[in-house]
DNA sequence: TCAATATAGGTCAAAAATGGTCAAAAGGTG
DNA sequence: CACCTTTTGACCATTTTTGACCTATATTGA
């Protein structure tokens, strides 16, 4: 019940897992192992690997090209500030990859991502004249900073 | 005599069975299974398994798209009676008293309750032009059905 | 050296695969 | 008949898959 898409995404993750977070593949091999079309591998990259859900993507072309995948470690403290950006503001989106990175990192349980999840992604956040991307990111602020507090059991 | 919509029920609820309570199923496959139209499906789910009813469906479009249906769990009939006898409208201390409630009674660790007050007890959230009680309201609204769902974890 | 060729990866838009919405038509019921 | 529920279908939105065409880099051989 998973899409090629999907596969290939959690392919690509257990490399990373394998290799401290860093890989280098190329396009045409892993076309190949999962028989389709190389942008489809583009299509992954661009909708499970960007910026916002905590990867850098560099690659080259020509003889010797490759695509390489890094996840950035969430002990690098740039990685909140990439994920919401320079803004104040976060899409509901963008919440949503933070708080499945902060999961997968383990630094949250399953269980506390879905209920992190319950509370931002209201509909209701949505609804009225309320600036919801500005208030998900202030409530986002204020979690993380006490998350990370020491004494935060 | 029975529906239509009578039968794609009772067939939803039998597979809900077969799976403790949860379902996915492919909105198409279902239709061809009764032989109707693909809307038919999106009626049925209207109209008997809403919240109220004790149901969250979810659902994605695309390839690889699916309808999830989720039962929600009534076993308890202490954390549904909190849920039926809570307010609309909830003050921040009310919200504590709620959530430390829910830590007490084991319904919520201590970490997850404090995650909580730290997205509802937010400064933000009493910023003008907000409506902050109805806001934390509905955000406890929708946790607490979140925490009956049958497979939440 | 340098042009030709081989070997990569990139882009973009169309097609395919799903599900959603809404209103009209059809069917029941008091 | 008036009203409510169910059934249908035309049209919309989203996500994935595919392919034609484009660009960049390395290698080769005059």
Sequence with gaps: MSTLADQ???YIKQLLSKN???VEVKRGDLASTFMCVPSQINYVLETRFTTQQGYIVESRRGG???IRIVRLS???PQLVNL???KERRISRQNGEFLIKRLVE???LTKREGMIILALLDNSVLE???IDAESLRGAMLNTLLINLLREDFI
Excluded: M, Q, R
């Design 105 to 107: 990192e383990e630094f």
């Design 127 to 129: 609804a009225e004249h």
């Design 83 to 85: 994920i919401k950006g």
């Design 74 to 76: 969430l002990a690098d």
């Design 64 to 66: 010797g090209g490759y």
């Design 8 to 10: 290939i995404e959690s």
């Design 20 to 22: 401290e977070g860093v």
